[in-house]
């Protein structure tokens, strides 16, 4: 609950601040649900997605605004992620864990570390109109939650497996502005 409580007040936030601001040059306004129709050609499953990353975006908006809402957002989760990674670390003598789990979970730890400090980079430019990184960066915080996401067999399986999908559906709607 808490997480749809800030994310929502993220969302107004970022579109009080963007509207307040200029727009970025070369970035086309449009709806959500245009923008969830333009990265989601091909399946129903990332339009889905899509549509609910973008819930409580404005309707109509500048492309960025949508990047940066599906961005903050997986900044969010990946705070919650590794919050439970650090409890099943953090267990007691009686409930240790075993090697390889554990391993698993410090290395995932610190890929979340390198994918949080991406797409804070990212939205950061994405905010400064400046797209000169936003893509690669997109692409390298993909890589480092997909890393964990190959080698979890834990209790975080599934919030890796979702924080996995908001990452590409940030990078996808940041395509609409830099390509893929």
Known sequence: MTFVITAAVLVSSLAVMLIAGE??????????????????????????????????????????????????????????????IDQMLGGTREKKLPAAEGAALEHCREKYGEARSLMAGVADQLFACDMSRVRQEYIDAQVAVGSCHTRMGSPVTDMVSADFDLTI???LLGAIIVGR
């Open 23 to 84: 727009a970025c040059d070369n970035v086309p306004t449009m709806t959500s649900s245009d923008a969830c129709l333009t990265l989601s050609n091909t399946t129903e499953r990332w339009h889905a997605l899509c549509r609910e990353t973008l819930l409580n975006a404005p309707a109509t908006a500048e492309v960025t605004v949508y990047a940066l809402v599906a961005t903050r957002l997986a900044i969010l989760r990946y705070r919650d992620t590794v919050g439970e």
């Open 169 to 171: 559906v940030a990078y």
